[in-house]
């Protein structure tokens, strides 16, 4: 591996490093007047993480599972912020993000097994009472092992602005704003990567099947890869909806936002030209997907 792709890599786990809890959950609108909670319907992710910046603190998240950008964030303070079910809802999962000093926020959950709520409560309680013992590893700037590879591997490619000996503390301060340019950059790639649940969402699992059980050569060709309790329609829909596929897609998505996917692409005979679920679906796109003759002889 040469020290560029070496850079990538240190990079990359300290941006993987820094998300310490990921799960599905929408937000929701409090009338104050009324005081009631109405759920938003779109479909979010909450990611909590460690600041780069500043790791005495945690980022907490919100953005749409198909945007682009973050539209909901708060630095959480340690033993400053609660996660709590709000028991007074009783025809959803609502939870509470209180923060010291600020307004309650109300946030309903989307993950498949109601099991899931409480381990995920268990685990911000953790997060925001500052126990690190099960929050990852933290991303410090200064001491963290990561960044000390990352800066050996930045000394050894000869990274300081002038290419000639000047003092550590100027290399230093030139190392840590690249890599914090690399991070914001990588940091905004993984946040608009899409999750494999919104290839098949469980709303429209009729339809996806519908439209793969239409020609009758493409349910062939599928069910050849299929056990056969999963060859019939209503089976593959009971399936595509199940708990177990979704836990299975969130544990892939990990894999191919990961440095470690790259064994899995070569099982399926693709190539690997990064990370993250967009790139995947574009490695099978291009390996399994129409040629272009095909595609122009469908539009004459």
Not at 196 to 204: E, G, I, M, Y
Not at 284 to 298: I, K, S, Y
Request: net charge negative; charged share 30%.
């Amino acid at each position: 591996m040469n020290r560029d792709a070496e850079l990538v890599a240190a990079l990359r786990k300290q941006l993987e490093d820094s998300v310490i809890c990921q799960f599905n959950a929408g937000r929701c609108n409090y009338d104050p007047d009324t005081k009631l909670v109405h759920s938003k319907p779109t479909r979010g992710k909450i990611t909590i993480k460690k600041n780069l910046r500043d790791p005495s603190l945690f980022e907490f998240e919100w953005s749409e599972r198909n945007s682009t950008a973050v539209q909901f964030n708060r630095s959480i303070i340690p033993q400053l912020a609660s996660w709590k079910k709000t028991d007074d809802c009783k025809d959803g999962r609502v939870y509470t993000l209180k923060i010291s000093g600020g307004t309650p926020c109300f946030f309903w959950m989307q993950e498949v097994k109601l099991e899931k709520d409480e381990e995920i409560m268990e685990k911000l309680k953790d997060i925001f009472k500052g126990d690190d013992s099960n929050s990852g590893s933290p991303a410090n700037m200064d001491n963290n092992e990561g960044m000390q590879a990352f800066m050996n591997l930045f000394g050894s490619t000869g990274g300081n602005t002038g290419g000639n000996t000047g003092s550590s503390g100027s290399q230093m301060n030139a190392a840590q704003q690249i890599f914090q340019n690399q991070v914001n950059q990588m940091q905004q790639q993984m946040e608009s990567d899409p999750d494999l649940q919104d290839v098949f969402p469980s709303d429209r699992i009729a339809d996806l099947t519908e439209i793969i059980c239409m020609e009758e050569e493409n349910l062939e060709a599928l069910v050849q890869h299929l056990p056969e309790d999963l060859r019939s329609r209503e089976d593959l829909n009971e399936h595509l909806q199940s708990a177990e596929f979704r836990s299975a897609c969130s544990r892939l998505n990990q894999v191919f936002r990961s440095t470690e996917s790259g064994p899995l692409y070569g099982e399926l005979g693709l190539e690997q030209s990064g990370i993250g679920v967009a790139r995947f679906l574009e490695a099978l796109n291009e390996r399994f997907g129409p040629a272009e003759d095909d595609e122009e002889m469908g539009e004459n």
